[in-house]
């Protein structure tokens, strides 16, 4: 059974009338990706908010960082997990499997991070994502320890806090609006 058709509940915006800056990224989508991701026509609805969305998806997840792009998928993985975000286990599943030529390890960390085989870094890391998403309160002094004897720095665990951040927040967009994956992700990287 397939999923449905829709990109989103909500109207769907008209791409040919958004500016050429927005038009111009949409096409390297298109050229680097051979697809232009839902969730920038979902977002292309308020285009200020799809230029925001751009700019920070962009720093979090391929700007400098003490972690890899690898570990930063692996991060909206897990937070996606945690809230069943449907779109972004797709969409970012698929990108663990592209990161880490790894097929099963995407699978693993979108059904339950726990049954990996991972290095206690991004065990670590992820278990400190996992908290911050379903019980924020309880982050502490020995989360952040524990994080520092894996080897990251203070810059590396505000890192890890934004990207979970900002992972629940556009899983709760997601959820929603109603935001169905691009089907070309299931079949990726396999």
Request: aromatic content about 8%; overall charge negative.
């Amino acid at each position: 059974m397939p999923q449905p058709d829709h990109v989103t509940k909500l109207a769907e915006p008209a791409l040919e009338l958004l500016d050429d800056d927005l038009k111009d990224y949409l096409a390297l989508c298109e050229e680097k990706l051979g697809l232009v991701p839902n969730v920038l026509k979902a977002f292309a609805l308020r285009p200020q908010k799809l230029r925001n969305f751009i700019a920070t998806y962009d720093e979090l997840m391929l700007g400098e960082s003490g972690l890899s792009k690898l570990e930063r998928e692996m991060i909206a993985v897990v937070v996606s997990s945690a809230n069943h975000c449907y779109y972004c286990l797709a969409a970012h599943g698929q990108a663990v499997r592209y990161r880490s030529d790894d097929p099963e390890l995407g699978e693993m960390l979108v059904a339950n991070y726990r049954v990996a085989d991972l290095e206690p870094r991004q065990r670590t890391i992820l278990d400190f994502a996992w908290k911050l998403t379903t019980s924020p309160w309880q982050a502490d002094d020995t989360d952040r320890a524990l994080l520092r004897q894996q080897g990251l720095s203070d810059e590396d665990i505000f890192d890890i806090c934004e990207i979970t951040g900002f992972f629940n927040m556009t899983n709760r967009i997601a959820s929603g609006v109603d935001m169905m994956p691009n089907r070309e992700y299931h079949r990726m990287n396999r």
